[in-house]
């Protein structure tokens, strides 16, 4: 994308600055300006900093909106009956007063707003709510895990100040070095380095090359803000931005998918994998989005090798978006960005809880966990039990039929290690002390290392067991169901295979019968929003998907987890046009993808995101009616901005028939055995089984096989799963676990 399709003026994005500053408060506030607001043409109060129920560290963001009649200067705000009105100053809105009200008391807090101009009676007030959480959390993710082991000193902190392993902030400058091509340390009391680089951000300022990096503990995470700053200069404030700054915000998250417990070592997806200093360098973007001016955020509680829960990411990414806004300003917009585990972050955030991100660019992409533990983890194991205890002779071209796969190979690969980490609860991260760790024998109310137990505060507990209520199920499925009626297996092969299946027990062991999801995890994971609907907050924003084509290494990274979120958006929104596929051709296996600087990884990545910038640009400049919000999104996708892939020499193609030709999706076992693309059944309804089922004959005998195997039926697809319920509530809290509230209707 060329500067042709975004605006360079630095003049012309102050002026969206206001305008989208405005429209975003409103979207963080559920649109309610306050509860005792009199309506247009008197005082109004917004909350800019967050919600005005999620307030965080005693301190919020706000902006008074002052009618023409009355003058800046004769407005009084009070927080709990104290004047702040010295907090205020005039805003970037026309008419409009910004402050930082400090010193709110922990729970509710009232913020009031009059007039003190002169001889005017019942002089016009309003009323803000402000509910204020403490810095360390909780606000809407539940109770917080224990045991939680701090990690501080892996960032340079120290050790924890306390259980919430709180920590002083650390300041460091960071430097980009004309000789090496890399960040060096920076001393900022020191005179600027002779090979200092210099910079041209997205709005035109050359600048020197210098960072500011903040890192420091919020919601028991470690932190880190970065944006280009040269030390003595003045920060930007919530008034002022400064020359470096685009005003936008790359929020990041990290990839992987383990179960918590801990504060985390590393934030982000830093460059080299695992530096815990994941900004200002990205893994995949590199230095190229602070280069531009973007401000770059994230913490290690937004990495899902930290801790594969998304309620709790999405509470800390807005905590941690609050304290920037806070400090820095508004952005004009967030842009969320990160790929694997980063990408179920930003596909099941922006699906539950709208308006935190404005634009997504999942990468290596999956549409959520749930449909990841079902197809890469449970199926391939059962899959590979079978076919290892088989009677029978079963090629490579039939084992690779019935998992769907580009191969059986991906099920070989990724099966054992999946397993371990989603399902086996004692496969802890190593912060985790092992007399802590579950052991059915030794310790059974130890730590369960499960991505059920890792969310227990959404599915709540077996009153049986006492352990995560699991959505786990595989009655009913007929694997290789395709494979069998296109003529690739035997029927022989077809029956033995469903007679060895089997499933999984609590504790993630193999057993012979199927796996049974519990019914109220199964409609908790459709209501709460853990299976992505396509719904949600996804139909609204504009999200452009970037996928290494890495289906020929057996990577657990397969293709068809885009087709499955287009399917998804299809289905709910009728259309995926604020959806945009992007490919690039592998240079080898996953991580050889990431280093090189021109490689089609890398070509594909910025030009993404100068896309997205292109297209939040066009949204926020585009004052014409419209109306759906997703049809605004839609009409203002740049033009160029279409499916496409890149070669290995960097061209881009947009005729998608030929990527396709040269980079084909395959499918998954769940596919293999009937289901639809949209993969959203978790269990399936039973129908008995029936001859007419079958494109190829059964003998009677084999019918009376599969009715002793299947003696309840086999899943019907053309009918809603057992707990299928529509998503209708984002924003949910957990103060209960299994127990998600509508933070709208209050606490």
Known sequence: MGDDMMMSRDSEWRRAFAIVWLAASLLLSGGALADENEGAGKLELIALSTRPDMVSGGDVLVQVIVPAETRLDQVVVSLNGRNVTSAFRAGAVPGSLVGLVEGLALGRNTLTVSSAGRGQRGAPMARLALVNHPISGPIFSGPQQQPFICETQTFGLGAPLDANCSAPTKVQYLYRSTKTNTFQPLDPNAPLPSDLAQTTTSTGNTVSYVVRRETGVINRAVYQIAFLHVPGQPLPDPWTSTPGLNNRLLYTFGGGCQAG??????????????????????????????????????????????????????????????????????????????????????????????????????????????????????????????????????????????????????????????????????????????????????????????????????????????????????????????????????????????????????????????????????????????????????????????????????DVHDAVRTDIMRARLIAANGHARNHVRLIAAPIGPLLDNLGLENNPTRKAWRDALDAMDAWLANIAADSAPYDTLLAKVTRNKPAGLVDACYTTSLERITDFSQCLQQFPSHANPRIAAGEPLTQYVLKCRLTPVNRSDYSRGLSHVQLAQLRAIFPDGVCDYRKPGFGQVEFENTWLAFPQPGNGVRLDDGE
């Open 261 to 554: 417990y801990h504060q985390g070592r590393t934030t982000g997806q830093g460059f080299p994998l695992g530096n815990p200093n994941g900004v200002p360098d990205d893994l995949f973007l590199q230095n190229y989005a602070i280069g531009k001016g973007y401000a770059m955020a994230t913490s290690s509680l937004n990495v899902f090798g930290t801790n594969c829960n998304e309620v709790l990411s999405a509470e800390t990414l807005m905590m941690v978006k609050e304290y920037f806004i806070k400090r820095f300003g508004v952005p004009v917009y967030t842009i969320g960005n990160g790929a694997s585990g980063g990408s179920m972050q930003q596909h099941l955030i922006t699906h539950s809880y709208p308006g935190l991100m404005d634009g997504i660019l999942p990468g290596f992409s999956f549409p959520d966990t749930l449909t990841f533990v079902v197809n890469s983890v449970s199926e391939c194991v059962l899959l590979d039990q079978a076919l290892t205890t088989s009677t029978l002779h079963w090629s490579d071209a039939q084992k690779t039929a019935i998992a769907g796969y580009h191969s059986f190979n991906y099920c070989t690969l990724n099966g054992p290690t999946w397993r371990a980490l989603m399902l086996v609860p004692t496969t802890c991260d190593s912060a985790v002390p092992s007399a802590l760790v579950y052991s059915a024998v030794s310790n059974p109310e130890g730590v369960r290392c499960t991505y059920a137990d890792n969310l227990k505060n959404v599915y709540g507990s077996d009153p049986v067991t006492g352990f995560a209520r699991r959505a786990l199920d595989n009655v009913g499925v007929q694997y290789g169901l395709t494979a069998f009626n296109a003529g690739i297996i035997t029927a022989e092969q077809f029956i033995e295979l469903n007679a060895r299946v089997g499933g999984f027990d609590v504790d993630g062991a193999l057993q012979s019968g199927r796996t049974e999801g519990d019914l109220i995890a199964l409609r908790i994971a459709y209501a709460t929003g853990r299976l992505d609907s396509g719904g949600g907050g996804l139909g609204t924003v504009p999200i452009i998907d970037i996928r290494t084509y890495v289906d020929g290494f057996d």
